[in-house]
């Protein structure tokens, strides 16, 4: 049973007074624990994969679905309530909240959704302070925790995007070119992060790349080319 | 971390931004509640200055018909009226019984005109408590034949206390009267009108006026609290109708004691009545016309606020939409990481809120300012209908607790509803069209 399954995906923007195909017809599965790549060249559609795997857009025609829920047949509220407790987001501007330091970043996400059937709002103070300070660690800014995001560097930055990510133990993280600010060593400090927190917490990772180094790293890849499917392998297969 | 607790730091994320919108809110809060308390401060040194200067809340006045037929100013049922005094449901604290005339002081050449209340003093010992007696004393009116007069008409007419003057007046019913008596006390002018009246006792006056010793032309009553003033003058009106006769309402626009101060006290009667025919007014009816002025203000003071307000409100409501372009990326990761959009609304409407808050204590703090700067000027000096609006000299301002819950809450409706508009836009976000806009 696969954790994410795309079937025959099309997603198509209006563009002035023409139609951008971004996407046509795009199927594929994804397993549970895997540490995914889409990689591809800019305007390919990688973003576009992840914004339909992230439930923050919806397909033209075909079918997203996400550990066995038809996301099209979902209202707004449950789409936003299936992102809150199966998904965490990393973005390429990390898009942490400036008025928040490192710890209340990572808070953040606990404190989301409805009070009446959000999961996160029974979690005791106590444990939910040890997580925090857990995932703190994990991304090594026990020292930084009381800082704001303008005090911190981009890797920095990021390390704290990817601990909030973590933030409500999400099925998966979707990372959209975690490492397009960051240089190449911090870069692929970012990449061994995500790998070890896949590995430790057995989440699943789905990031985007156009860095062809990256692919090494991944159990499965997925390449694509103007909205369509060029290669899509596990690493053990090829191996 | 709450949501309040982000708002709250969103508020100080642009610090002069928010220092403006808040300064807006603030002027507005500052403007409406000084204007209310000077307004406020009008009306009770109106009320105060009349009450002074006629010497009471409640009046009663009475005429008789006199043996040619004119209507003379008299009350001669005074036992009728005592009781139906006694059996008032409200709290009284002084009973005033007057007789009032306008004289002429003769000294010499020298000729000043003044109204001479004639006052029975045990029955208002504290009536002249907050007199200024600059020489001689009160209480020697009590001997007829004395007479109490203002500094200025002292020095109008060249006399000192002690000195006799000459009192030209006319009594009830018309003739002509002409006495001598003494000065015993001069005290300071200190009405608001620069007219303040002279003082004898009522047997004193009633000689003038040639009316028994016992009886009086008005009596005023002193209330505990101005509120039972209308209660009183209904259940006056209802007890003297049913005791006695009550005069029926014309159309000249003057109530009694204002009649009176005007000199038209006699008139030839058409259909004559027996006895006393009384007339009961209050404070309300004699500052009537005074009051629609403050009033008026008031509703123009209401007015500019309403109006700066809708300014104000354009202003929040055009910042916010700027602070909602400005957040594009950050309310798009927040729908993303699973915010819902009445979180975010939410969001929006606790900083409207909190800017609110820090606006109002701020102008409230300006205005409490205000409000001490301008208790500590003194009018005393300044001269014309002004000083009608001052008690001894000062603005009787008071901050109404009451006039700042209702100003604060329309200030607070005011700002969230500035804010509702962008507050919705940001709610309907769409996260990935946010979320592309910042790439």
Not at chain 1, 69 to 93: A, K, V
Not at chain 1, 161 to 167: F, N, P, Y
Not at chain 2, 192 to 204: D, K, L, W
Not at chain 2, 343 to 349: E, G, P, T
Request: aromatic letters at 6%; proline letters at 4%.
């Amino acid at each position: 049973m696969s954790l994410i399954d795309f079937q025959h995906v099309h997603k198509n923007y209006p563009l002035g007074k023409t139609i951008v195909h971004a996407l046509q017809g795009v199927s594929f599965q994804v397993q549970e624990g895997d540490f995914v790549t889409i990689s591809g060249p800019s305007g390919s559609g990688k973003s576009t994969i992840l914004n339909m795997v992230g439930c923050i857009d919806t397909p033209s025609a075909g079918e997203v679905i996400i550990q066995d829920t038809h996301t099209s047949t979902l209202s707004d509220r449950q789409i936003t309530e299936l992102r809150h407790r199966t998904l965490g987001f990393i973005f390429q501007n990390f898009n942490l909240i400036p008025v928040l330091s490192v710890y209340e970043n990572i808070e953040f996400p606990l404190l989301l959704g409805d009070s009446r059937n959000d999961p996160f709002k029974q979690w005791p103070e106590q444990e939910k302070c040890d997580w925090i300070n857990y995932l703190i660690a994990q991304v090594g800014l026990e020292d930084y925790a009381q800082r704001r995001p303008a005090e911190l560097s981009g890797g920095q930055r990021q390390r704290v995007a990817i601990a909030r990510a973590l933030a409500t133990k999400p099925s998966i993280v979707l990372a959209d070119e975690p490492t397009a600010n960051l240089d190449s060593v911090t870069g692929d400090q970012i990449i061994q992060l995500m790998r070890e927190m896949n590995q430790t917490l057995g989440t699943t990772f789905v990031f985007s790349t156009h860095d062809p180094q990256v692919l090494d790293v991944a159990d499965h890849v997925i390449k694509i080319r103007d909205g369509m499917i060029e290669d899509n392998y596990r690493l053990s297969e090829r191996i | 971390m709450t949501w309040f607790k982000l708002a709250f730091r969103n508020v100080f994320r642009q610090k002069k931004r928010s220092f403006l919108l808040a300064s807006a809110i603030a002027f507005g809060m500052l403007s409406i509640t000084l204007l209310n308390a000077l307004t406020g401060a009008m009306a009770t040194a109106v009320k105060t200055n009349f009450s002074t200067a006629i010497g009471g809340h409640v009046y009663i006045t009475g005429e008789v018909i006199s043996p040619r037929g004119y209507s003379t100013s008299l009350i001669d049922q005074t036992a009728t009226l005592d009781q139906v005094i006694r059996s008032l449901p409200v709290p009284i604290m002084q009973v005033k019984p007057r007789s009032n005339a306008q004289v002429q002081l003769v000294n010499g050449s020298a000729v000043t005109r003044t109204r001479v209340s004639g006052i029975k003093l045990e029955n208002e010992p504290t009536s002249f408590t907050k007199l200024r007696v600059m020489q001689g004393d009160m209480r020697a009116l009590q001997q007829p034949g004395n007479i109490a007069i203002p500094l200025n008409r002292a020095k109008d007419l060249n006399v000192r206390l002690g000195d006799k003057v000459l009192v030209k007046g006319a009594t009830n019913t018309g003739q002509q009267n002409l006495l001598e008596w003494t000065i015993v006390a001069l005290f300071a002018d200190q009405s608001s009108f620069g007219r303040s009246n002279s003082y004898a006792s009522i047997v004193t006056v009633n000689n003038l006026l040639n009316i028994p010793a016992d009886q009086y032309q008005q009596v005023n009553l002193v209330l505990q609290d101005l509120n039972h003033m209308a209660t009183a003058t209904a259940e006056l009106n209802l007890a003297l109708t049913r005791e006695a006769s009550i005069k029926p309402q014309d159309d000249d626009g003057l109530v009694g004691p204002m009649r009176r101060m005007m000199g038209s006290n006699r008139t030839l009667v058409e259909n004559p009545w027996q006895g006393t025919q009384f007339e009961v007014t209050n404070l309300d009816d004699v500052t009537e016309n005074v009051m629609a002025i403050v009033r008026g203000l008031d509703w123009v003071a209401k007015l500019i606020f309403v109006i700066m307000l809708v300014i104000t409100l354009v202003g929040i409501s055009n910042s916010y939409r700027m602070v909602l372009l400005e957040r594009v990326a950050e309310i798009g990761n927040m729908r993303a990481m699973g915010a819902q959009a009445n979180n975010v609304f939410r969001l929006f409407i606790y900083e409207a809120v909190i800017l609110g808050m820090i606006g109002i204590a701020l102008g409230l703090i300006l205005a409490l300012a205000g409000v001490a700067t301008i208790e500590s000027l003194n009018f005393a000096d300044s001269r014309g209908p002004a000083r009608m609006f001052t008690v001894a000299g000062h603005l009787p301002l008071m901050i109404s607790m009451g006039s700042v819950l209702v100003s604060s809450a329309l200030i607070m409706v005011m700002a969230m509803l500035a804010a509702y508009f962008p507050a919705r836009g940001a709610a309907r976000l769409d996260p990935a069209e946010a979320l592309r806009s910042a790439t």
